[in-house]
């Protein structure tokens, strides 16, 4: 079994209803430096990297050209967000195929849509069409890559949601037909326990681990989905700030990586994904701007060395 690591290096990102954008701009240098540290010795470390369908300044793609980042081993994370205006699908699964014969060898794993059972302006949730044009882009997406060749992992995240009648699950079972089944690599979550929603310290761990429980035994079984189909946690972090100390980031990220890489092999987990490098605002007045392993001047925080230290003993492949 394999067990990979990765995080998004830009500094843009969205709140509940907005793009912040960072204070300080992306640094290329700096963030290949920041990367190089954080793999180590690790063979490999995910960059995740976002594009929108189609393009727009709601949805800047960021960071930018984060092929200059695939290097030593490192490959990309991309994920490919469905943002048209009523929902059209015409030209969609033309860019999904165009984004895999692009990005080549480079991709290490490919996701359609970004959080597709999230109703937030911000997120494809929103979109009318969004489930049909999962389907369609996992399909057309390992249909290029089996055409070219190409190794990269086909797959669509979701956000966790404390609702077990969540619609979205088994509307896109109706959906999903065999050849969505044949195509699909993966499944991700993005969670943020003691971020939305406060988590006792001694009982983080707990929560963790029955929410990824959950997530594989419950819910994505409602779409049809089985448990040799891997997942991966896309999204996860703790913001810093006034009330949320550094060093107590620190400890979140060591044992939320720790229970998600102790439970891999019972709930065929495959990875994990820190959201995300630095901060947008260290300074700024809400937690989503302060998410980073760096602060929004590089300089490192502690969990930098400790998700570091992580990378570099779990890592398997």
């Not at 992306?26 to 594009?51: E, H, K, M, N, S």
Request: glycine letters at 10%; one cysteine or more; charged letters at 25%.
């Amino acid at each position: 079994m394999t067990f990979t690591f990765g995080v998004y290096p830009g500094g843009l990102l969205g709140d509940e209803s907005r793009v912040i954008t960072p204070v300080r701009p992306d640094d290329p240098a700096r963030i290949t430096a920041a990367l190089r540290a954080l793999q180590g010795a690790a063979p490999t470390l995910l960059v995740r990297a976002y594009r929108s369908y189609p393009a727009g300044p709601a949805t800047p793609p960021t960071p930018a050209a984060p092929e200059r980042y695939a290097d030593e081993g490192r490959r990309l994370d991309l994920v490919l967000q469905f943002r048209a205006p009523d929902g059209d699908l015409d030209g969609w699964t033309d860019f999904v195929r165009r984004a895999v014969r692009t990005g080549g060898e480079r991709i290490g794993t490919l996701q359609i849509c970004e959080e597709p059972n999230a109703d937030s302006p911000v997120l494809d949730g929103s979109v009318p069409n969004v489930r049909r044009a999962l389907v369609e882009g996992v399909v057309a997406a390992k249909e290029e890559a089996l055409a070219l060749g190409l190794d990269l992992a086909v797959g669509f995240n979701a956000a966790f949601s404390p609702d077990p009648a969540d619609p979205f699950w088994p509307a896109l079972g109706e959906l999903a037909d065999e050849r969505f089944h044949r195509a699909l690599d993966y499944v991700g979550l993005d969670f943020f326990p003691d971020v939305f929603r406060p988590v006792p310290a001694a009982r983080l761990g707990e929560v963790v681990a029955a929410v990824l429980t959950g997530f594989r035994r419950e819910v994505v079984t409602r779409a049809g989905i089985g448990p040799a189909v891997p997942i991966r946690v896309c999204e996860h972090g703790w913001p810093t700030g006034p009330d949320r100390p550094e060093r107590r980031q620190a400890e979140v990220v060591e044992e939320v990586v720790r229970t998600v890489a102790g439970l891999a092999g019972e709930l065929n987990l495959t990875g994990y994904v820190h959201f995300g490098l630095r901060d947008a605002d260290s300074a700024g007045p809400g937690p989503f701007h302060r998410f980073g392993l760096l602060r929004d001047d590089y300089t490192p925080k502690r969990a930098f060395a400790v998700y570091g230290r992580l990378v570099e003993e779990l890592t398997v492949v």
